[in-house]
């Protein structure tokens, strides 16, 4: 790691994440989580692998990356690349597109005015507090953005929107314990293999990987406040440290230490 690469969380938001960073070189290794990465690159290249391609974003874009799609990041030039991304889980979009199949922007980079225009709430600077019924509003102008620009996905069939959603609410009831599809099943009252195919249509991802990205998020929290590794890892529901920084490092692409120290450069 670079001496000068850092890392910047805004405000704390019970909704979402928003980050700015910067990166002299390499980035951070090929990795997938479960949320939308909506950025913008504010100066640099900024240079990521996805869906098998590599991608070149400049300023006066907009970075969507899909929900578990594969991505990397490194630095075009010897300047380095600085951005602003937000993560958004996909149930907030849901919220808005009513149970709709996620909008899909393929090449990873839109250069459409709408999506540009639909993000400049969530690219404030981090010093900026988003008021909640800003980020409400900040949050359905993306999501309707983002299926005009996506256009209409061919040939899905019809989708059990409440069905996912009680899944996905008796997941959050679980983090701490062993989870079946069986528990699924009898929660949601949709047969187990129609609402493992509805779920991923819905969020983005599976839901065991869905469950892995919320403990995960409780590690994050955990050693933000000071916890040991080892503690955050067992509190959230992992059987020990090496299974969770594994999970971790498949998830944002550096393991945990490295992480908290991006956010400690002072």
Known sequence: MSVRDWAVRAPQSTRLERMEAYFGGHGFAPHRHDTYAIGRTLAGVHCFRYRNAMRHSLPGGTIVLHPDELHDGEAGTDEGFRYRIAYLEPALLQHALGGKPLPFVADGISRDPRLYAATQTLMQGMDCRIDPLEEDDAIFDLAQALAAVAG????????DYPAAERAREYIHSALDRT??????EQASGRERWSLSR?????????????LTLRRLERVRAQIVAGRPLIEAALNAGFADQSHMT?????AYGIPPARWLRLLQRD
């Open 246 to 250: 594994h999970h971790f490092t498949r």
């Open 179 to 184: 989870l079946t599809l069986d528990e699924l």
């Open 152 to 159: 209409a996905r061919r040939g899905r069939r019809a989708l």
């Open 198 to 210: 509805d779920f991923r249509a819905l969020y983005g991802t599976s839901p065991y990987r869905y």
